[in-house]
């Protein structure tokens, strides 16, 4: 019924778009809200349920009401509809890869909890060790918060002040992006242990990391990424399985509401920005970034991987980095219609690049793949380890991977999954233990 539903209402978004863009974003809108409301038995995918939360917050609502009101972003201008149907076609390219990934699986995957004689014949006890697990967390997080303060120019004073040097960008992840997130994760990590063991010492401990986390991610200088990517996994380990609706609603609130207000206070203000462009925010200038390269550059040669693997490279300095010629933001005719270069570009359409109109389809092939298994490591139940602390975070950082770009992406995504394995890590004593038999079987 659900995948029915699905390409039908790609069928329809698709025929709504042809008459006016508009109405093709207003159907992929309803088609989410479907999806959503179909996804909200607790075994179905947790993929699926952020993937169509991301959808309908940056892909439907907002480039539907951009069309409607001919909102112009960075100095470009109102775009055709022409381009603007263009773009709505990568998106129905891409949703559609992700739904064909996962014909044929059946929706409901949760695992099936232990029965309770099992789990009576066989307690649990924590590991003894030298130190306390939530006290190793608590000291990571503690270093990783005072790690902020050797660098202040990067975390205590608002981006996007006039006058102001531009940092490395290599300082800036060793010293902000990353101590921010251990801090984030460890918090997340002590959370789960304190509803777990509900101790007053791990309530504290929690309590403490979250104070830390408050002040170390404050909203004058820190991007929404690492927002989402620090507190999103908990939200995830706590409602993926449960009451999703709760967790679909949070990531439509923190994109549309939260994300920009903090944006309006980090750096809006210092340009005269107001909330009387709001919800008209650049925070979703997504659809219309891609319409605009559509209708202003001239169609590039097919990259055969070359622009995703240019993409991707984030991790290598900017001399070393791959393929530097086949990065679609630094083309003239892009860099001649657009006021700044730092525009959002989704992945799918550096996919587009690549392959054509295979690109958004494959790509959404192998991105569903991925999560795929990601889906079957969500369970509350599951210890607290490097890889289910990882699961998590990669489920988390989806939300602004599908925004783009994969170069703003990247950093925070990286930082986020060393900070994991971190946490998990230092919460490696968190595992149980069953209790040992007190006799040896008696010999025949």
């Not at 998106?91 to 559609?96: E, F, P, Q, T």
């Not at 009451?243 to 549309?256: D, E, P, S, T, V």
């Not at 860099?335 to 996919?351: C, D, E, H, K, R």
């Not at 392959?355 to 569903?368: C, D, K, N």
Request: hydrophobic content about 55%.
């Amino acid at each position: 019924m659900r995948a029915l539903s699905f390409w039908s209402g790609i069928a329809i978004a698709f025929l709504c778009g042809l008459l006016e863009p508009a109405w093709g974003y207003a159907a992929v809108c309803a088609l989410s809200l479907v999806q959503l409301s179909m996804l909200r038995t607790p075994g179905a995918s947790v993929f699926l349920l952020i993937h169509y939360a991301t959808i309908l917050t940056y892909f439907s609502v907002a480039p539907a009401m951009q069309i409607a009101a001919d909102v112009s972003f960075w100095d470009t201008g109102v775009i055709g509809p022409v381009a603007h149907m263009q773009a709505l076609t990568l998106l129905l390219l891409y949703m559609a890869g992700v739904e064909a990934a996962r014909l044929g699986l059946p929706d409901a995957t949760a695992p099936a909890p232990a029965p309770a004689r099992a789990r009576a014949a066989a307690p649990e006890l924590p590991v003894a060790g030298v130190a306390h697990p939530a006290l190793l967390l608590l000291s990571g997080a503690v270093s990783a918060f005072g790690s902020l303060f050797i660098r202040p120019d990067l975390n205590f004073i608002a981006r996007g002040m006039p006058g102001t040097e531009e940092n490395l960008p290599v300082d800036y992840i060793v010293y902000s992006t990353l101590p921010k997130l251990i801090v984030l994760v460890c918090f997340v990590a002590l959370a789960i242990h304190a509803m777990r063991r509900g101790t007053l010492w791990a309530w504290c401990a929690a309590g403490l990391s979250l104070a830390m986390a408050a002040f170390a991610a404050n909203p004058v200088n820190t991007a929404r990424q690492v927002l989402l990517i620090g507190l999103l996994p908990l939200f995830i380990h706590l409602f993926g399985r449960g009451r999703r609706w709760m967790l679909a609603l949070l990531i439509f609130g923190a994109i549309a509401g939260l994300g920009p207000v903090l944006n309006l206070v980090s750096r809006g203000s210092f340009w005269g920005e107001t909330l009387a462009t709001f919800p008209f925010s650049p925070d979703f200038d997504a659809m219309y970034v891609v319409a605009g390269i559509l209708e202003r550059a001239s169609e590039p040669e097919l990259g055969w991987g070359r622009y995703l693997l240019s993409a991707f490279s984030f991790i290598l300095p900017r001399d070393l980095k791959l393929f530097p010629d086949f990065d679609p933001l630094g083309w003239p005719a892009i860099l001649g219609n657009f006021s700044q270069s730092n525009l959002s570009l989704p992945p799918f359409t550096t996919a587009y690049f690549d392959f054509g109109l295979a690109g958004p389809v494959m790509f959404g092939l192998a991105i569903s793949a991925g999560f795929r298994v990601l889906d079957r490591m969500v369970d509350p139940r599951a210890a607290l380890s490097g890889s289910y602390l990882c699961a998590l975070v990669l489920l988390a950082a989806y939300v602004p991977f599908l925004r783009g770009p994969i170069l703003g992406w990247g950093p925070f995504a990286a930082s986020g999954l060393i900070a994991a394995l971190l946490a998990g890590l230092l919460s490696s004593r968190f595992r149980p233990v069953r209790r040992a038999a007190r006799y040896a079987p008696r010999a025949a």
